[in-house]
């Protein structure tokens, strides 16, 4: 017994002492200082499934009070940015940590499109400035930045969302879950906005189809057993929702949808993608324009109206910017509130640094010098985890932890917070490009609530809850785990006339934007 004891520990002693002597003799010294070495290799994995990277990310942030940090894993090499005065060096390193390794392994794990789509969207040659992937953000500007494109996209999602509220208005009093209620809202105003009269989404089994594919994404993206951990999903996405969009491309309804539908059908066409690849991309494009959407909108209006101070000064907001016609009706050109709502804005912008989770990954492309200090080694991820910079007390102030509506709003005596520090958007070449179109949806969507409804929380005390929380890996928001009924109640019997006028302007909401603008 005693000579098996020996053995196992011997055994143990010699694989701790490997793991010991690889680490270091692998670790160069110009690199980030690795951390949680205890057990080699091991110890962060641990961490991390066990916390989660975003709160295991804060507590090494804590313990260390590093700028920037390693994290070896078995097989990876994993850089943790933690400095704000990193981000930007960072971002200037854009062809040698990029993030089109993982925008083309997306394309084949999480899309579905096939090897003759990915041997264009994955080529060795996706680095050179007119790739399929180098090029896509820049196809998509007409339909995405400020300007006609942009005002239409909004404009035709705002008709949705209040076609949609009057149907309720008339109804009178109504119980929702509060989570679904705004899931499907902005998932039929979105998809209606972007792809028109043929929109796929209006049958309800492609909209089920995408529920059921949705949660499970990561399984796909991480090439886990997807046939068998993710069965329903990898079955709703190759049998439902490709075809559905490879009708919608078969019958030209791109040609009656929006300006941002035509220039992704005219970006995979003009680089060689055909038939059900090019569907198959629509699935990274839902992906895109959902997740976050969606959950961003269900905390914009559990803050609002959940607090009585907050709900109090936003509908005021919104309420002077509303116009009474000869006739009687109430008008409001919702164009109004992007420029004259800087309480809601704010809100806005706060929900997102409060509630955000989103972890930023690039890959390393070749050995890379950043910030002349540190040497960033090919084939490694660089990490910013958007929680840390948001948490950070020493940007943020003492309430850092507190949600304060008002924190955004600028004025005599108040400093202006670094904006490399609001991190909801992204930046550098992987700023979203979607930002105008989702805030502008977002507030549009609040102010036309605050106007016409008032919710109230259908429980037997009558008082806002505070949801427990999902933590979705490939989301940047996290969701409620339970129902949330709320009583939706019509204010008054108002008749409203609510529009978005072109503008041609967008959303001052990152640091990008203010200095395009200025």
Known sequence: MASVLALVLGSLSAAYAFLFALLHLTQDSREPPALETSIPFISPLFGLLSAGMQKFSIQLRDKYGLPIYTLRLPGQRF?????????????????????????????????????????????????????YLSTFVPSIHPGLSPGPGLDALNGAAIHYLS??????????????????????QLTMATTEATYGPKNPFSDSAVR???????????????????????R??????????????????????????????????????????RGRDVAATEIGQLVASLVNSVGSAFWMVYHIFSDPVVLDECRKEVEQLVEQDDDGVFTLDLAKVKS??????????????????????????????????????????????????????????????TFDHRRFLRGPGKSRTNPAAFRSFGGGTVLCPGRHFVSTEVLSFAAMLLLRF??????????????????PMTSSMPTPKDKLNVEMIPRDGRQWRLSLSASGKGINVVAEDVADNS
């Open 454 to 471: 008032e919710l109230k929380p259908a429980t037997k005390e009558g008082k806002w809850i505070q949801p427990q929380l999902n933590f």
């Open 340 to 401: 004259s709502c800087p309480i809601l804005l704010s809100t806005w912008q706060e929900i997102l640094r409060y509630r955000h989770i989103g972890i930023s990954a690039r890959v390393v492309t070749e050995d890379t010098m950043l910030d002349n200090k540190y040497l960033l080694k090919k084939g490694a991820t660089v990490m910013t985890v958007t929680p840390v910079q948001h948490s950070d007390a020493s940007t943020w102030g003492s309430t850092v932890g």
């Open 232 to 273: 329903r999903s990898l079955h709703a996405r190759e049998h439902i929702l490709i075809p559905a969009f490879e009708k919608y491309f078969a019958e030209e309804g791109h040609l009656r949808g929006s300006v941002l539908a035509q220039c992704r059908y005219d970006h995979n066409t003009g680089h060689g993608l």
């Open 208 to 230: 089920e189809a995408w529920y059921t594919f949705e949660p499970s994404i990561v399984v796909h993206m991480m090439k886990a057993w997807p046939s068998v951990l993710a």
């Open 79 to 131: 850089y943790f940015v933690n400095s704000l005065s990193l981000i930007t060096p960072l971002q200037r390193q854009f062809k040698a940590v990029t993030f089109l390794p993982i925008e083309a392994q997306a394309a084949a794990t999480v899309m579905g499109v096939g090897p003759a789509g990915n041997a264009i969207i994955g080529s060795h040659k996706m680095f050179e400035n007119d790739s």
């Open 163 to 184: 076609e949609s509220l009057s149907d309720l208005y008339r109804n009178g009093p109504t119980v929702i879950d509060l989570y679904s209620w705004i899931r499907h």
